[in-house]
């Protein structure tokens, strides 16, 4: 992984908490018994249960560590949105020029990102061409499709 720090909300570092504690103690605990019945059955050879039991061994110790690394990088940080400056945590109406149609964006970290509820990576071109702007200011953001046009409506 990179060294590049993670923005976190509260509630989002807490869940990742949440979710290690859970995995380093029931989760490992439940891949040992199933470890362990398995071996009971057997040649180890040709039980399927016990290479998938490692295999799922496997796929939990890595996400423990990448657990790990992410809280380890993390950045928590309050949202500051609700200024008249976008910035994150921001909730952000646009005019899509192109469309002529109005897009309300919040503006989160990456790991909060979600574009089916619109919220938007402060590390995607669109919040980056936004941070720091008010209401009323144009921007053109280059996408792979072209250069897209938005003026800003409101910020929250």
Known sequence: ????????SPAKYKELELELENLTTTGRREIAERIKDARSLGDLSENFDYHDAKRQQGFLEG????LKQMLERAKVVESVGGG??????????VHDVEYAEDVEYTIVGVMEADASQNRISNTSPLAKALMGLKVGSRVEVQTPAGTDAYEIVSVK
């Open 63 to 66: 996400r423990i560590d990448n």
């Open 1 to 8: 992984m990179q060294d590049d720090e993670i923005i976190l």
């Open 84 to 93: 008249d400056t976008v910035s994150l945590g921001s909730v952000v109406k």
